[in-house]
């Protein structure tokens, strides 16, 4: 079963630096893209960063400049470092994959981590 991991959240001040990670578990053939959201309470999920499996990167507005999002393809993991944050990057981050399952089918199937709280004080 396919799973993704999230980690490295938490408290951080504003103008601090964090860094979430996140891998692909189980069993599969290859990861296609990869990305982060996010989700404040009351609103909907929202892009912040993706990279395909060539590297080619696309973000939101809010986190151009401030957010480097980076992947390892033989670890099958995606990185979000966050420089500067703001009060206002607080929200629930959650990681996303597009996972082929077999070799030699095309199909991709989309996944999510649970989420993981970031919270950045003034």
């Known amino acids: 079963q396919v799973q993704l991991v999230e980690s490295g959240g938490g408290l951080v001040q504003a103008g601090g630096s964090l860094k979430l990670s996140c891998a692909v578990t189980g069993s599969f053939a290859s990861v296609g893209i990869m990305g982060w959201y996010r989700q404040v309470p009351g609103n909907q999920r929202d892009l912040v960063a993706t990279?395909?499996?060539?590297?080619?990167?696309n973000y939101a507005d809010s986190a151009k400049a401030r957010f480097v999002v980076s992947r390892d393809n033989g670890k099958n993991a995606v990185y979000l470092e966050m420089a500067s944050p703001k009060p206002e990057d607080t929200a629930v981050y959650y990681c996303y994959a597009a996972v082929r399952k077999v070799r030699g089918i095309s199909a991709y199937y989309s996944y999510w981590g649970q989420g993981i709280q970031v919270t950045v004080s003034s």
């Open positions: 990279i395909t499996d060539t590297g080619v990167t």
